[in-house]
């Protein structure tokens, strides 16, 4: 087990002191930037990483240093953005003249000067970082500040005199946050136009680094405009590491964040284009688990609406009849939302006012009983709305990766975004599951109102889908989304899915999914990800995949409960009702009750313990969550799984090194006695396991109470 404790994490130069593990006990320093060198040089750091400028001869990024593991990131000064304007490209700030790429000594600083053609610093401002979307706590979403505690570093660029008549009056902003107890610093970029024409910006990249050959796998960079095939982040030779190893010099090792497409924005005189935010996480170990842990700390930081998870059901049918039923049942067995499916005849964009009152009056029916309500909407995927709105290809005819597609970037849009938003502002629907948009499409359209051609045809769409997401989270609309938008407003996406799957024999259904589940939460916390439950047939599969009768497989689908349940992972029950008879409703009662009694827990951090094979004994344990402010005094919830036909008994090692015990824990299998066990020197234990066949338990770990006071 890696132990961060034990890594001289203290600043390079200010002191050697070990700092305690920020994914066990939570750093406290601000993020802060400091001047020095009598104002040559800035310094942002938070106590876990450290970036550092110089500002003249021109500003450029001289250091990244990861605190925690002692590492020096960069090896070579870059500029600090490259701009395309009207075809021609532009470096802003950097410096030139760096002897060797292999590494940076800072005694080359001196010697370097401002390339003649480049976009040169003239100022710089302090400030806080900004919330791109209103979000206020709900669900029973962690308790996180928003927006987010820490610095923000705005430096202006202006450019040189040798490039003014190329591109005089365009002026370029630069804006560094960096967050109060994680390792991770944010980047965007400002385009502006004060000159009296007009000027397009053909090409954009934020951020260019030259990181080292060990550094290179730690450093995690995402931003959020990366969908499907929008790839912002590139790794790519460096034409100036001239003593690498490699012979033909195309060691992956700059690392380049831009747009894919475009972003072919026209600058109007007196206009300004903001880009993506690029991510940087810096890593202090190769450990998925730490990586991983590292990421969704990350994620609850700078997305905290992701960790809203309530419990739903996805209902077959909208009729009253069947909404009021699905209501009720949820009511009574202890899930919290209903959400009237795809096929379900649910149209969000109806303008008719008996339709918009029929469905207010079931919300105001569920809201009556404590649940919520939302509904299905096919936003753009495979959705063929005509040649005129579709997107379009090279060969002028629809063309997407489905097939056909609405582009969103064109006038239909306006009238769907009406429409869907209309309906949720008059019937106070909750929230909202999208198909679509699955991004990366292009479009060559060029008579589409909100992109010109094909350059800006991503950037245009995504914008507007964000834009929509944002207008939901102003409202406090819950959203599913098929993919990755978490930083644009959206709660959930798939945890692990292929449609086809729940096609299979239910027992192969129960052991894809918990895989699934086992393999997303390295990346995801648990409330980032739905699963799926077919109670009726889904894609064929016949009564082998099927759940109905329920009282008929309860087996299984207690597994299903339990399994998502106990790893804290909503899933899609998609069906008509929830339980058909008592023994069914008690079953269903009994896995919610579960979960809400131990929510807290549930909703924290997955540490992966043994994947499941279906040979034997699978394990996922819940840790508490550092940051997490609450009395309650559990360090661990353990779910065990046997799917075999056999019983097991084996002891079971228990790494707890993130649950923060050092010395002892008191383990107890579900409501039973606890029993005392000794941490090794690996913070780990070994626990004896006696499970019956196909069978499911979980222990609880608390810290061991202190005697003699």
């Not at 000594?105 to 979307?133: C, L, N, R």
């Not at 967050?179 to 980047?187: A, E, P, W």
């Not at 990350?298 to 059901?313: G, K, Y």
Request: aromatic share 10%; net charge negative; with cysteine.
């Amino acid at each position: 087990m890696y132990c961060a404790v034990l890594v001289l994490a203290a600043a390079l130069g200010g002191g050697s002191l070990p700092q305690p593990d920020w994914l066990v006990t939570p750093c406290n320093q601000e993020a802060r930037v400091k001047e020095s060198d009598r104002g040559r040089t800035l310094e942002m750091a938070n106590g876990l990483i450290r970036r550092t400028f110089r500002v003249r001869p021109n500003f450029a990024t001289i250091a990244i240093d990861n605190l925690c593991s002692g590492a020096s990131v960069l090896r070579g000064v870059k500029p600090e953005a490259v701009i395309e304007i009207d075809g021609t490209r532009f470096e802003v700030g950097g410096l030139k003249g760096q002897p060797d790429y292999a590494y940076l000594d800072p005694a080359w600083i001196d010697a370097m000067t401002a390339a003649p053609e480049s976009f040169q610093y003239a100022g710089h401002s302090i400030g806080k970082p900004v919330v791109p979307f209103e979000w206020q706590p709900a669900r029973h979403a962690a308790n996180t500040v928003w927006p987010p505690r820490g610095v923000a570093l705005k430096v202006d660029f202006v450019p040189s005199e040798a490039m003014k008549e190329k591109c005089g009056g365009v002026r370029v902003s630069i804006i560094y946050e960096m967050y109060d107890g994680i390792c991770v610093m944010s980047k965007r970029v400002v385009v502006a136009n004060d000159g009296p024409g007009e000027r397009v910006l053909t090409g954009l990249s934020t951020e260019l680094l030259a990181v080292n050959e060990q550094e290179k796998g730690r450093l995690g960079v995402e931003s959020d405009y990366a969908f499907n095939t929008m790839v912002t982040t590139q790794w790519g030779p460096d034409a100036e590491y001239l003593t690498q190893v490699d012979y033909t010099y195309q060691m992956p090792l700059l690392m380049t964040s831009r747009y894919p497409t475009g972003p072919g924005v026209r600058l109007e005189p007196g206009g300004s284009f903001e880009s993506f935010r690029t991510f940087e996480l810096f890593h202090d170990s190769d450990d998925r688990e730490r990586r991983g842990l590292a990421r969704r700390r990350m994620m609850r930081t700078l997305a905290p609406h992701a960790t809203e998870n309530p419990i739903f059901m996805h209902v077959r049918k909208s009729d009253s009849a069947s909404v009021r039923r699905a209501v009720d049942q949820c009511a009574d067995t202890g899930f919290e939302m209903v959400i009237m499916t795809f096929w379900s005849g649910f149209d969000i964009e109806s303008e008719d006012p008996a339709y918009i009152a029929r469905v207010k009056s079931d919300v105001d029916y569920a809201h009556g009983k404590g649940i919520e309500l939302g509904g299905y909407t096919l936003m753009t995927a495979s959705r063929d709305i005509s040649p005129e709105f579709n997107c379009i290809g090279a060969d002028g005819k629809p063309s997407s990766m489905f097939g056909q597609s609405v582009c969103l970037a064109s006038e239909w849009s306006d009238g769907y975004f009406r429409r869907v938003l209309d309906f949720i502002d008059s019937t106070g629907l909750d929230m909202i599951e999208t198909d679509g948009p699955y991004h990366g499409d292009v479009c060559h359209s060029t008579v589409h109102k909100y992109h010109e051609g094909l350059a800006d045809s991503q950037l245009r769409q995504w914008e507007r889908c964000a834009w929509f997401y944002r207008e939901c989270r102003k409202r406090g609309v819950y959203i599913n989304s098929p993919d990755n938008y978490y930083f644009n407003g959206s709660n959930k996406c798939a945890m692990g899915y292929r449609e086809t799957n729940f096609s299979l024999p239910r027992e192969r259904q129960i052991l894809i999914s918990r895989q699934n589940i086992y393999d997303g939460t390295f990346e995801k916390t648990a409330s980032m990800g739905w699963m799926f439950v077919p109670l009726t047939e889904y894609h064929g599969g016949g009564a082998a995949a099927t759940f109905e009768p329920l009282c008929e497989h309860l087996e299984d689908y207690e597994w299903h409960l339990a399994q998502n349940f106990g790893c804290g992972v909503q899933a899609c029950y998609r069906g008509p009702r929830l339980y058909d008879t008592d023994e069914t409703r008690a079953v269903v009662a009994k896995w919610a009750g579960f979960y809400k009694k131990y929510r807290t827990i549930l909703d924290s951090d997955l540490i992966h313990v043994r994947r499941p094979d279906g040979r034997g004994i699978d394990c996922m344990m819940h840790v508490r969550n550092p940051e997490a402010d609450d009395p309650d005094p559990t360090r661990a919830l353990v779910m065990v799984f046997n799917p075999a036909p056999q019983k097991q008994r084996e002891n079971l090692r228990l790494p707890l090194y993130y649950t923060g015990l050092t010395e002892a824990a008191r383990v107890r299998e579900q409501e039973g006695s606890a029993k005392t066990f000794k941490l090794d020197r690996e913070y780990s234990i070994e626990m004896p396991v006696r499970m019956k066949p196909k069978s499911v338990t979980w222990f609880i770990i608390d810290a061991e109470k202190e005697t003699g006071k």
